[in-house]
């Protein structure tokens, strides 16, 4: 406190000059206009304030603040105390400054010469006197000349100040209140302390009460370092104001406030962001209905029927909970299936995954490939009408003449059959006398020769159709001198002979391994057979015209099981077991070599635009290639659980076929574009259903007819059917 | 209209009709109206009308009737009937009541020896049938074979008898796959005991493949016929010596006989078919339709040679005729087992009118009633023979007296159906009461 006290008015000294000049009223009692009623309140307590403020500064030296007590009326007695106060100590105006720097009525008053010395005694004494007291040279003060009271109010309107202009009696004179002094008056009227930095209500510090109070470990004094300022901390607080002044220390931004949030949302977000083992919330129960009260109305309850009928289903199907009435909460005995139920909880917990599994929650229908609707794919083969039938064993193969008109099958029972197309008529049969396994129509319309292969023959018949001209040009086309029998320009065993052949009015062509397709150009000229053990000579190609034989001029590898041409362009293609070659026949150079992955294949078909082509294998799988794309194929299509026999493409219509040993022929739509940058459209049409089952081969051959949008196929069970759209 | 008031009140599922009939003497029953219960089926009509001629004409032979109710034949309960038509009950209703079409006979089959291919009813005196041992046939009537027309080398596809209504002579066209047809000339009237052997009075040889149809001119001056080459030729029937197109050619057998045939060449080629033409007909004078497995129906002017409209169907065509109402409505069945009607004074539309699809196989043949406007039969490759009436979606009556394919069936005397099939028999249903 001492402290403080000293140390204020070093500062305050010169902002404190000022005003006091102004604070010439030294106890100018509480009045703002109606001076009568302050003045005679003022005398009132004058004495005994007086008494009780005297009795209080001494012990806080006079300091306003602290001595609220009772003197909360009237400003004019405390001020006249302090006067007396200063006046007997005596001291001069500088030390009064000093010590008193907030009684400013005080040192104002002290600053003008007090004029009247009569002291406290009632001015009624002095009332008839010309004089109202003495200076201090003990010369009488004169009254003034008294104001004529009209004079005086004309002066206290026009002055705009008269207001706060008092009257004091006692120096008989006019004094002027600052506003420091009225706003001062004003918290006096309201019961406030005069001034506004006085907190009336300071926390009480119990300073005669420490900690060891009754029994000091130690008698010392305070230690001075208590009491003044810490170089320590004065070096730290440099330290720290040096590190901000420098940017070092960054306060923190003010911690940002949680925003508004969901009181009611899922609070499953905020467990998944979680690194470690995610909370997983348990399932919500249903919350319990009627039923499940311990005395439910009685149409909750079953009845001994329903409860028998029960027992009748299956355990999975049996209500969960079978409501039972219970008089009273008493009588409910203990849950039987307590110890089962934690049993089980625990089994769970202990065989709970511990990973949280990321199931992908995608409707399987989406993944599928947008497919257009097999109604806009017409018109494809759908149903069986005509039946061919005549063979006696398992017809193994069967080639449609190019018009459509006709049709020619071979069998195992040895015979090949020309049929009609249209009204399933066997028009010519020809005893071959070895089973068949490949019939092959020429391509050409005019041009009605067949090539059949059986055991290790391939045959050319001339199957009489056409007129007379187109006869005499097939017959021609078929005779052969038999001197010329047999044609090769190997050094070894001739791989083929052509020989007349009378029985059949054609011409064989006795090769010397097993003969197992035969396949011819487009142009009718050129045909070519696979012997699928002939190693290097497996695959031959014949010429017609010149009857000549020429092998493949390339090396094959792995086992020959079909070969076809190119449907316009000098391309043959031969399919091994596990790929298909691909030769340029002009520039005798293979051109690409088609990685089929398959076990074995069966069977190859080119669409008639020649980039594209399929491969069926015997473990009931088809390739498509797109040979443009790759030498992987583009599609695998898996659909015959059995083997695969044939697969063949419509020369018109975007459809393919494939025929299995499983007694069902699949039709597809196979969309090639032109467009290269589409790739071709798979789309499954058809399942043709119909053949029986024969010493378990199903299906054998299948071929399409060349204008209609129609699939023959040959079964083990001695049928041809024709399925038409 | 009041005797039966108090049969009202005894059921509510009763209704009042009155019958009426085209038919006539013993087949008029009073055309009062009746109360009848509304379950009944057309049989139950059928032995109640039956009933009320029986107790008029005592000597009466009940006999089957088919119903119609505002032109369609009743094929099921009245009630029924009458919800799915929203025909209201109240009034009384007029039923029309004709004698059901379906065969009251059948004829012994005449035996072939192999597959009957085409058959031709068109005369009332005979019928024409073509094999495919190459033989066409003349019959005056269930197994009477009058005439057997030979020469050609392969088999008849389809006959067609030219005027049928000759006097004496009748001629008659045959179209055979050995791409030739043959015209013949036939006395019908005198009597045979053995079948007479005829040869061909002239060959027409043009087509470079299998003929498929023939079809003659109304006035029986020309022929056409369409082939697997997809073209349709044109031929003159007559038998003038006209040395510059036609060439006269000398014919041995042995060394005894000569015998003249005259060789015609077509007159015209219609060319427009993509696939092979199956069947044509030559309704009217200047307008020949074709039926093709191109999926197409043509129109073609005769005079020009010109196209002059398509029917595209979507399926391979074999058979086709015209007739019906106005003798304009076009039948055609081919490679599944519908029968569409088109009805080309449709404006704007190419859809069928009318399309019957009871059969199961391909449909071989569809012929229309020459006197009717509302039936027609079809043969088909399961085996049946079927008779439509365009008031009714079922077939009127279903023969069933093939074990094979029937390959060609025609009406015959307006009474008769004559069919022949894949089990080298013709048959003939006889007595159909189509008036």
């Known amino acids: ?725 | 209209m009041n005797m039966n008031e108090e049969s009202d009140e005894a059921s509510a599922r009763r209704i009042q009709v009155r019958f009426v009939t085209k038919l006539n003497a013993p087949f008029i029953v009073p055309s009062t109206a009746i109360a009848i219960p509304a379950d009944l089926t057309r049989f139950g009509l059928s032995s109640l009308v039956n009933a009320l001629i029986q107790s008029n004409d005592a000597d009466y032979q009940p006999e089957p009737f088919d119903f119609l109710i505002d032109g369609e034949f009743v094929r099921m309960s009245l009630e029924q009937f009458l919800l799915a038509k929203g025909i209201s009950a109240e009034r009384i209703l007029e039923i029309e009541y004709t004698r059901a079409v379906a065969p009251r006979k059948e004829e012994d089959p005449c035996l072939h020896d192999d597959w009957v291919s085409a058959v031709d009813g068109s005369s009332s005196r005979f019928f024409l049938t073509g094999c495919y041992d190459g033989l066409g046939r003349v019959w005056k009537g269930a197994g009477l074979c009058t005439h057997v027309l030979e020469g050609h080398s392969d088999a008849i596809t389809s006959v067609s008898i030219i005027n049928p209504e000759g006097l004496e002579t009748v001629t008659v066209a045959t179209a055979s796959k050995d791409r030739t047809l043959r015209l013949w000339k036939l006395n019908t009237e005198e009597p045979v005991n053995q079948p007479m052997r005829v040869r061909a009075y002239k060959i027409l040889r043009g087509h470079k493949s299998a003929v498929q149809s023939v079809a003659a001119q109304t006035s029986g001056e020309m022929v056409c016929s369409a082939a697997w080459d997809c073209t349709i030729n044109l031929w003159q029937t007559n038998d003038f010596n006209a040395e510059d197109d036609l060439v006269s050619k000398k014919r041995k057998i042995g060394d005894q006989v000569e015998d003249s045939q005259l060789e015609g060449e077509a007159f015209t080629t219609l060319v427009g078919h993509t696939q092979c033409v199956s069947s044509v007909v030559w309704p009217q004078r200047e307008s020949i339709f074709s039926a093709s497995w191109d999926h197409s129906i043509r129109k073609w002017d005769v005079e020009t040679g010109k196209n002059l409209s398509d029917i595209f169907c979507g399926k391979a065509l074999n058979c086709l005729d015209i007739g019906g109402e106005g003798s304009v409505l076009i039948a055609a069945g081919g490679s599944d087992p519908v029968i569409r009607i088109w009805d080309p004074r449709k404006p704007g539309t190419s859809a069928p009118v009318f399309q019957f699809a009871s059969h199961t196989s391909w449909v071989s043949a569809c012929k229309w009633h020459d006197q009717s406007w509302f039936h027609l039969l079809s043969s088909s490759y399961d085996g049946k023979v079927m008779l439509w009436d365009l008031r009714t979606a079922w077939p009127l009556s279903v023969i069933e007296s093939h074990s094979d394919k029937v390959l060609s069936a025609d009406w015959w005397r307006s009474d008769s159906v004559i069919s022949g099939g894949a089990d080298s028999r013709l048959c003939i249903s006889s007595d159909i009461p189509v008036k």
Request: glycine letters at 6%; proline letters at 7%; one cysteine or more.
């Open chain 1, 1 to 725: 406190m001492k402290g403080k006290k000293k140390t204020m008015p070093k500062n305050d000294v010169h902002e404190e000059e000022a005003p006091l000049p102004s604070d010439k009223v030294p106890s100018p009692s509480v009045s703002d206009s109606d001076s009568d009623y302050e003045d005679s309140s003022a005398d009132d307590d004058e004495s005994s304030v007086s008494l009780d403020s005297q009795s209080e500064s001494e012990f806080e030296e006079g300091s306003p603040e602290n001595g609220r007590s009772g003197d909360l009326e009237a400003e004019g007695t405390e001020s006249s105390v302090d006067e007396d106060i200063v006046n007997g100590e005596g001291s001069g105006n500088e030390s009064s400054d000093l010590h008193q720097p907030g009684a400013e009525s005080d040192s104002s008053e002290d600053e003008v010469a007090p004029r009247n010395t009569i002291g406290d005694v009632p001015l009624k004494w002095y009332e008839d006197e010309p004089h109202i007291g003495y200076d201090i040279k003990g010369k009488k003060i004169k009254k003034k000349e008294k104001q004529d009271k009209l004079d005086s109010f004309l002066a206290n309107v026009d002055d705009s100040k008269s207001w706060r202009k008092i009257y004091d009696e006692y120096n008989d004179e006019v004094v002027e209140l600052t506003k420091d002094e009225i706003k001062l008056v004003r918290r006096l009227l309201k019961n406030q302390a005069p001034h506004s930095d006085f907190d009336p209500y300071p926390d009480y510090v119990d300073w005669y009460k420490w900690e060891d109070a009754k029994h000091p470990l130690s008698n010392a004094p305070e230690p001075k370092r208590r009491f003044i300022p810490s170089k320590w901390e004065a070096k730290k607080v440099v330290q720290y104001v040096r590190a901000i002044r420098k940017g070092t220390i960054t306060f923190d931004k003010p911690k940002e406030e949680d925003g508004p949030y969901l009181l009611w949302g899922d609070d499953s977000g905020s467990t998944e962001k979680s690194n470690h083992l995610a909370y997983i919330p348990a399932p919500k129960q249903k919350l319990p209905g009627h039923d499940e009260s311990y005395n439910p109305p009685l149409e909750y309850i079953p009845t001994q029927e329903e409860i028998n009928s029960y027992q009748l289903m299956f355990e999975e199907d049996r209500p969960k909970f079978i409501p039972k009435r219970f008089t009273s909460m008493r009588s409910i005995p203990s849950y039987e299936n307590a110890m089962k139920e934690s049993f089980e909880r625990c089994l769970d917990l202990y065989l709970c995954p511990r990973v949280r599994k990321k199931r992908l929650n995608i409707d399987p229908e989406s993944l599928k490939p947008k497919l257009p609707s097999r109604k806009e794919l017409k018109p494809y083969p759908i149903t069986c009408y005509i039946e061919y039938k005549g063979h006696e064993d398992a017809v193994t193969s069967i080639s449609i003449e190019a018009s459509g008109q006709w049709m020619a099958s071979g069998s195992s029972d040895g015979t090949v059959r020309v049929w009609e197309v249209e009204t399933g008529r066997c028009l010519r049969r020809w005893e071959v006398g070895e089973a068949v396994s490949c019939v092959s129509w020429n391509p050409l319309p005019d041009m009605h020769i067949l090539a059949v292969s059986a055991g290790q023959d391939v045959l050319l018949l001339n199957t009489g159709l056409g007129d007379e001209e187109l006869q005499n040009q097939i017959k021609e086309l078929l005779w052969i001198d038999s001197s010329t029998a047999s044609d090769d320009s190997g050094d070894k065993a001739p791989s083929v002979s052509w020989l007349k052949d009378d029985k059949h009015m054609g011409l064989r062509l006795r090769h010397f391994k097993t003969v197992t397709a035969v396949e011819w150009h487009r142009k009718g000229d050129y045909f070519s057979t696979v012997m699928p053990t002939g190693e290097s000579r497996a695959v031959l190609i014949h010429q017609l015209s010149k009857k000549l034989t020429q092998k493949l001029p390339f090396k094959l590898h792995g086992l020959a099981v079909r070969s076809t041409f190119h449907p316009s362009r000098s391309i043959f293609f031969v399919c091994t077991k596990k790929n298909v070659r691909v030769y340029d026949l002009l520039k005798t150079k293979v051109i690409k070599k088609l990685d089929t992955g398959l076990r074995e294949a069966s069977s190859i078909a080119v669409h008639p635009g020649g980039d594209n082509l399929i491969v069926g294998s015997k473990e009931g799988k088809m390739c498509w290639f797109d040979m443009d794309l790759s030498s992987k194929p583009y599609k695998i299509l898996k659909c015959h659980p059995k083997d695969i026999n044939n697969v063949i493409f419509h020369r018109t219509y975007p459809l393919f076929a494939s025929c299995s040993d499983d007694c069902t022929a699949y039709v597809f739509h196979g969309m090639v574009y032109s467009d290269l940058n589409q790739n071709p459209l798979i789309v499954p049409l058809e399942i043709l259903r119909g053949h029986t089952s024969s010493n378990g081969r199903g299906i054998l051959d299948c071929k399409f007819h060349p204008r209609q949008p129609w699939l023959f196929t040959a079964g083990a069970d001695k049928l041809i059917k024709l399925y038409c759209h």
